[in-house]
């Protein structure tokens, strides 16, 4: 189990934005579609799935929804996944921009010469029996 945070010791988000300011009350989520009662905003379809997180991570998100800066541990995981997608579309935007630059994707040609120049075996084809 992580270590607990002492009362005296400043509460901060784990992602690095500003210090949770405790005693604020929760958080009321409201969205798109207006506020719902059980954290999800109304009219967004969602599925129930399980995750796994390190202990430490669970109890810090936890901490962020005492404090009121996150709604609930839900609407923080599904804040954090928005993020990540959106980081993974930035890169692979980026990685495009790229490759339009320079000409595309490799060839089978370029990519056999640079596993040759790198050392990089392939392995062997397995024959269906």
């Known amino acids: 189990m992580g270590r607990r945070r002492p009362a005296s010791e400043p509460l901060v988000c784990p992602i690095g934005a500003l210090p949770v300011v405790p005693n604020r009350g929760p958080a009321r989520p409201t969205g798109r579609f207006g506020p719902s009662s059980n954290g999800m905003v109304i009219g967004m379809a969602t599925k129930k799935i399980t995750v796994t997180l390190d202990e430490a991570q669970v109890e810090q998100v936890r901490a ?35 490759l339009r630059e320079t000409g595309g994707a490799l060839s089978n040609e370029e990519r056999d010469w640079s596993d040759d120049i790198l050392g990089v075996t392939k392995p062997d084809k397995i024959s269906a029996a």
């Open 64 to 98: 962020l929804v005492e404090a009121g800066t996150a709604s609930s541990v839900s609407g923080f995981v599904q804040h954090a996944v928005g993020v990540a997608l959106d980081d993974v579309a930035g890169w692979g935007a980026l990685l495009a921009e790229a």
